[in-house]
């Protein structure tokens, strides 16, 4: 590729970028998620400059209540809350985001070459998602992270696992769309392979359309990787704010000294998740054909 090409291309990328946020920012719900967002990830990012105290190392006494040494108290070991709850945004984003871009990634795929290809592979690849659809999506979580393991790892894995079927009937009902496009014609007329087609013709015009789907599973990753902490079946090793709420329901935090024990952590992650709710709707709201029309009027 010469540098002319090159240099093109990313003057064309960033007048899409520049045009994309010419409107997002229009959209005041979106850009009170994307601040949200933002604020969350500074405070991963710098937790250890953030953080008043090592979350894993005893401050205080047991359950103390919040003071101006320990803003949201102690939990049972004498650490302190509000480091724990800087130091849990660490997992919930670093789970969301892995375990949705995991399940875009299959989903995307298997949708486009089922739109794509048709026929048996078609049908095969749609039977095997509709498989996966109708498995209790809780249960099968709770099953698979007893069988594999409380490790991060396999949580986000697990996420995925039940998390790309519903993007593969999106990107199959869009890629049927794209297929019979003239610009796809031309493409296959002028010798172009199925593979060069799948993704430089289909993925870039699919991708948008299922962006907001997208951004709404990290929200769900995320809730997920709460529940199996909650229950018990989340890394021990990792700080999260599930974990927190485990232990914080174990030791009777909301009938103790110190109910922000429970409340933190809720709270932080009803925030994050909302967040992502906004980001979400705006995101929804440019590609939407529909709602775009309505915007304009």
Do not use: C, Q
Request: proline content about 5%.
């Amino acid at each position: 590729m010469s540098k002319r090409v090159r240099v093109s291309k990313v003057r064309e990328w960033r007048r899409k970028v520049k045009e994309f946020w010419d409107v997002y920012k229009r959209i005041r719900l979106g850009l009170i998620g994307l601040a949200i967002l933002l604020v969350f990830i500074i405070i991963a990012v710098f937790a250890p400059y953030i953080a008043p105290y090592d979350p894993r190392a005893k401050v205080g006494e047991s359950m103390e209540p919040p003071s101006f040494k320990h803003l949201l108290g102690t939990d049972e070991l004498g650490r302190d809350i509000l480091s724990l709850v800087i130091y849990g945004s660490r997992i919930s984003l670093f789970v969301g985001i892995l375990a949705t871009a995991l399940a875009a990634a299959i989903g995307t795929l298997v949708g486009i070459v089922s739109g794509y290809i048709g026929r048996l592979v078609d049908d095969l690849l749609m039977r095997i998602t509709d498989l996966f659809l109708t498995i209790p999506g809780v249960p099968f979580l709770i099953v698979l992270s007893v069988v594999l393991g409380p490790n991060i790892w396999n949580i986000i894995l697990v996420i995925a696992i039940i998390s790309w079927p519903a993007t593969a009937r999106l990107v199959r009902s869009e890629t049927l769309s794209l297929k019979t496009r003239a610009f796809v014609e031309a493409a296959r007329l002028a010798g172009a392979s199925d593979f060069y087609i799948l993704f430089k013709h289909i993925l870039p015009n699919v991708l948008p359309l299922v962006s907001a789907s997208i951004i709404l599973t990290v929200t769900r990753a995320i809730i997920l990787e709460a529940g199996l902490s909650f229950l018990g079946l989340g890394d021990p090793t990792a700080i999260s704010w599930g974990l927190m709420l485990y232990f914080a329901d174990r030791y009777g935090a909301m009938f103790s000294s110190n109910p922000y024990y429970i409340i933190a952590p809720g709270l932080a992650l009803s925030i994050l998740g909302l967040a992502f709710v906004f980001i979400s709707y705006a995101l929804d709201e440019i590609v939407n054909p529909r709602l775009k029309t309505m915007r304009l009027r």
